[in-house]
């Protein structure tokens, strides 16, 4: 059975910095490619990065480009992201996916992920 677990979720305020964590287990983790997306009220889940599954393939959102960067460790199996100069735009339950592929690249849109974890709510005050 297939694990996502995300971490480090918090209230913070505008200008700070946030590192989400996010745990897998149950598949092989460097057989899949990874993303985190969030999803405010009212609105929509939306991609915000992701990964290919050997790390050296990344992309981003544009309202997040220059200020977040995601990582992995797959010996760890864990995904991160760094999260900088937060607004309060960036408010919003965040959620770690997982999509078997070993291709070079990466893709946002939530829908091409299989597991996804409960997600960890990041809320930051102006």
């Known amino acids: 059975q297939v694990h996502v677990v995300e971490s480090g979720g918090g209230s913070v305020q505008a200008g700070e910095s946030r590192r989400l964590s996010c745990i897998v287990s149950g598949l092989t983790f460097d057989d899949y490619a990874m993303g985190w997306f969030r999803q405010a009220p009212g609105k929509e889940r939306e991609g915000v990065s992701c990964?290919?599954?050997?790390?050296?393939?990344?992309a981003y959102a544009d309202s997040v480009k220059g200020r977040f960067n995601i990582s992995r460790d797959n010996d760890a199996s864990t995904l991160y992201l760094q999260m900088d100069s937060l607004g309060p735009e960036d408010t919003a339950m965040y959620y770690c996916?997982?999509?078997?592929?070993?291709?070079?690249?990466?893709?946002?849109?939530?829908?091409?992920?299989?597991?996804y974890g409960q997600g960890t709510q990041v809320t930051v005050s102006s």
């Open positions: 996916a997982a999509v078997e592929s070993n291709g070079l690249g990466c893709h946002l849109p939530p829908t091409d992920y299989t597991y």
């Open positions: 990964i290919n599954w050997s790390g050296t393939w990344t």
